[in-house]
Each structure stands twice: as C-alpha cells, then as structure tokens.
C-alpha cells in the first residue's frame, strides 16, 4: 500500500509538541514540550518539581525565554531548549543585539538552569516571509558568536525548528529532497553551520496530520501493510519512520546525512471536533505509548538504524487559550492540576495512576466548624521548605510525608509544606498567626485531606 505522507506547517497550528533528538546510542531519555497559551497553569516552580521528583522527565523546550519558568528550573538539572520568537530574528542579525540577548536572557540563568539549545523561530521557511528567511542565518551565526564571547558555544547549541513542509517529496523516502530554491540557498548552508557547530537539525513531523482513516495504523505504530521504497528495497512499517528517513534522504543528497536529526514537535490530541476520527483519549495514549517504546528500542529507522531517539512530547498541558480546532487546545498529557489525562509511563514507579492521591487538590469535605492551615497560592519555593523544616525540626510527627508516608505524594514542596503547616497549626493553640508562616499560610474550612492522607483538624 501507498502511503502518502503530506507536509503540514505548523505554523498553521500553532502547536507545542515533542522534541526528539535522534542520536546513536543505548539509551533514550524523554523530554517534554512546555506551553503557556492557557490560563490555568500551576505555578511554572510547582512544574519543575513535579517534573525533577514525579515522572522520568529530564528535559523540556519552551518557546520563549520566560525567566520566571527559567528561575523555577534553576538547579534541578533538567535540560532546557530555549526559543527566539520569529520577529525577533531580523533585529539579531547584528552582532551587538546578539551579544545583549545572550546577556539578557541567557547568562542570567546559566548555569543554575541547564540551558542547552537556542532555537531561533519556528517553521520560517513555512511563513514564506522573505525577510525572515534571508536574516535567518545571519542571526543564528550572531547568535552562535555572540556565545563564544560569552564562552557558552561549547555547552550551548543554535539551531532551528522546520515543518515538512521544506521537502517537495517525501514517498517514497529515498525520492526526498528539500524544496527547489530553499535546497541551495538557504537549507545548504544552513546544514553547514550545523555541521560546523556540531548543533542538530530540527524538523517538525506529525503523523496526526499526515493520516487519513486509510493510513491510520500505519500512524499509530499499529500493525500495517506497510510502505514498500522499491529503490532501497525497505518496508517501513509506521509513518513517523517514513518522515525520518524523507528528512534523512533530503539531507543526504545535499552532503550532510551526518548532521544530527532532532524531532521538534510530534504528539496526538486527545480530544477533536465530532468530525474528527482517531481523536479522543484512548488513542493520543496509544500513540505516545508507542512512540515511547519505538524511541526506546535502539532499533532506529531502515535508513538509520541502531538509533536511540531523545523524546520531548508535545505537550505537558492542553492550553485553552489557542485558536483553531478542538484539537489545537487538547495536545497535553497532563491536566492543569498535574494529574494524567492519560498514562503513557512516564510517571516514576512511586507514583501510582489508581491511587486517589492522583488528585490532590480535590478537597474531600468541607466543614463550617473545623479549620485548616494551608499553603497560599503564589508562596515561594524556598520559603515553603523552610516552613518543612522548622515544623519537622520541631520534632513533631512529619512522618507522613517521608517517602512511603500517606501524604508523600504528590511529592512536592508544597504539598509537603502544607501538611506540615498544619501540623503546626493544629499542635499550638490555633491562633490565626500560627498559620502565618512569613505570610506563606492561610486559614481554610475546606477540608485539604485527600485519599488515604488525612489533615488533622482538632
């Protein structure tokens, strides 16, 4: 069967998504794409521990250089990719404005925030902006110089997000070829600079938008005829395969098949518009599950194989806040409350999908008697695990958020603090400034218990 692999940019979408980062190796490690376009976030510090203590994470991309989110991922060793936004790459083609970018919004947070890749833009190419594409290079050459000013190019690297939209074939994937006029003049010495700054190529594949009912096992890793390439005499049997080695052929013919391939952006909604089939719940876990173990296997694509691929997921949250189709807004695996919409074992072994403890923030009861000492939104990090270990210094019973505890999970600071917070309150005499804590704490008749862990309540 002939499957047909069509280009979609993503600047159409305005999606987040997976970053892989193909390389030799045994061993994959699973990273993930962080989107802000929503409204109902949890704070990006309360992000940072759920990832470093919660799930087997360890990198993750943004797509600006927030440096609230930057602070929050300050000594957890996490990787992070940091983004130029498009209309910002023209002004960086000079080398002072390059330098002061760096300045601004780098070396603030290096290196107690493991910062390891800029990418300039997204998909501009696809935006067919002149301007844009003609200061591409320069800026990323700025860019790149303007860190070793800073002695920063050997730990990080500059590259640049495409759709696939920049190949003008891709079935079968030995025909692949960039697009007549970008090829030479810009993906050339584009692949150059890579190569010379040992950075990667990001592409932007989505089996998601390439399927068709036709075509759908063969997007989900399922059982499948699969595609013949009768000039390399190879049967790819998933599309995501079949886009690798289009990307890798393109490359090929072009001298750079040695370049680094890293996947920018892949993922599944798991919620559609009511014409949409293979949207919903059950299949954006399949896809992710499989994705995962392909990535894991070491086995690689048939034009590459024995690879391990880096897999950073689009995306941690669904953001409410974009535009477009249902779709758009329902690419996260993870709902605003750090709860799972679906398991795909990323989770640690301690953390356990059944448990009740899954929804922490859920209060159980409320009482009109009764009062709690809980956290205030917005406190900070550092000041919460101060309130941890003086309460617990005190020698009072934090037994219960030691690891193996009933309220260990979910196993945050603020969590954490708040059931000792109210260890305290509950301990002395109730008086409104025992949940003080520095103005970290406020008094609640919402009963904070949940699950099998139980707020004491006098």
């Given at each position: ?18 970053l ?14 962080y ?21 087997v ?12 989110i ?79 000013s ?63 009912i036709?075509?759908?096992?063969f997007a ?14 190879l ?48 299949t ?58 679906y ?21 159980v009861?409320?009482?009109?008697s009764?009062?709690w ?37 979910p ?5 954490h ?27 609640t ?14």
């Amino acid at each position: 069967m002939n499957y047909v692999l069509p280009f979609f940019s993503l600047s159409m979408f305005t999606i987040v998504g997976v970053l892989l980062i193909l390389s030799t190796g045994s061993e994959a490690s699973i990273g993930v794409n962080y989107g802000t376009l929503a409204n109902n976030l949890p704070p990006p510090q309360q992000v940072a521990e759920f990832l470093l203590h919660s799930t087997v994470i360890n990198r993750i991309r943004l797509f600006d250089t927030d440096p609230q989110i930057l602070q929050a991922f300050a000594n957890t060793g996490i990787a992070v990719t940091v983004t130029v936004p498009n209309d910002q790459i023209p002004h960086l083609t000079n080398l002072s404005s390059a330098k002061q970018w760096i300045s601004d919004h780098i070396q603030p947070h290096f290196p107690s925030t493991n910062i390891i890749r800029i990418l300039v833009g997204n998909e501009v190419i696809s935006t067919a902006d002149h301007l844009l594409i003609r200061t591409l290079i320069p800026a990323m050459q700025s860019l790149h110089t303007a860190l070793v000013s800073a002695s920063l190019h050997r730990r990080i690297q500059i590259s640049t997000p495409h759709s696939l939209g920049i190949l003008s074939n891709s079935t079968p994937p030995s025909s692949a070829k960039f697009r007549r006029g970008y090829d030479t003049q810009v993906l050339k010495p584009l692949l150059s600079f890579l190569r010379s700054t040992s950075s990667p190529f990001v592409v932007n594949p989505y089996p998601f938008f390439g399927y068709s009912i036709e075509t759908l096992d063969f997007a989900l890793f399922r059982p499948n005829p699969g595609l013949f390439d009768q000039h390399t005499k190879l049967l790819y049997t998933n599309m995501l395969d079949a886009q690798l080695d289009s990307v890798y052929s393109a490359m090929d013919k072009l001298g750079f098949s040695d370049v680094e391939i890293v996947i920018g952006e892949i993922g599944w909604p798991s919620e559609g518009d009511i014409d949409q089939n293979g949207v919903d719940v059950d299949t954006a876990a399949e896809f992710n599950k499989n994705l995962i173990a392909r990535v894991d296997s070491g086995t690689g694509t048939p034009l590459m194989p024995n690879r391990t691929f880096e897999t950073y997921i689009f995306a941690l949250f669904n953001e409410n806040l974009k535009s477009g189709p249902t779709s758009e807004r329902k690419f996260g695996i993870f709902r605003s409350n750090l709860t799972p919409i679906y398991d795909i074992g990323i989770l640690r072994p301690t953390f356990r999908i059944s448990d009740p403890v899954f929804n922490p923030r859920s209060p159980v009861r409320g009482s009109s008697s009764k009062r709690w000492c809980v956290t205030k939104a917005g406190a900070e990090t550092v000041a919460l695990q101060r309130n941890i270990d003086y309460v617990c210094g005190l020698g009072l019973d934090c037994r219960p958020i030691n690891e193996g505890g009933l309220c260990f999970l979910p196993n945050t600071v603020r969590a954490h603090s708040e059931y000792a917070m109210n260890l305290y309150y509950q301990t002395m005499e109730k008086h409104e400034f025992d949940c003080d804590f520095d103005n970290t704490g406020e008094i609640t008749t919402i009963d904070p218990s949940y699950g099998n862990c139980e707020y004491q309540a006098n």
